[in-house]
């Protein structure tokens, strides 16, 4: 298979987002799948939010939250240091990743969401400080 002439590659599409190593996208992807999990579960358990939705769709202020969260399930007290490796250091970063998979067609969206959802969402020094990532560790009920 090959590029249509003149047609950018994923390669080239990826790069343009900024300076994130494959391994962010990967996160990326995967803590997709974290946060739609945990979105429409929450939503199927609690009749007050509606049940399930028709679609697995999450905004794009709930996908940092979740990114958030997946970092620290993934990484505990090193999360904040994973991604500043990865070039990771805004929830806007989040949002110029996840357009530039949409753009390659590894994520989908719908005609309302925007890379401004994801602008600001929570401040990184906030997010991933000590005690926020403690009690993010710790087992529920606990």
Do not use: N
């Not at 494959?22 to 945990?38: D, K």
């Not at 399930?52 to 999450?58: F, K, L, Q, Y």
């Not at 989908?108 to 005690?131: C, H, I, L, N």
């Amino acid at each position: 298979m090959t590029t249509p002439a003149g047609a950018p590659s994923a390669h080239q599409i990826l790069a343009k987002a900024g300076p994130y190593p494959l391994a962010a996208y990967s996160f990326v992807q995967e803590g997709l799948r974290f946060t739609v999990r945990r979105v429409h579960e929450d939503r199927a358990q609690d009749p007050g939010l509606g049940g399930m939705g028709a679609s697995e769709h999450v905004s794009g202020q709930q996908l940092c939250v979740g990114l958030r969260d997946y970092a620290i399930e993934q990484y505990g007290m090193l999360a904040r240091v994973v991604l500043d490796h990865w070039h990771v250091r805004r929830t806007d970063d989040f949002g110029r990743m996840v357009f530039a998979l949409i753009e390659v067609g590894a994520m989908s969206k719908t005609p309302r969401d925007t890379p401004e959802d994801f602008a600001g969402v929570y401040d990184f020094d906030e997010a991933f400080d000590r005690e926020h990532v403690l009690m993010a560790m710790r087992p529920a009920g606990g």
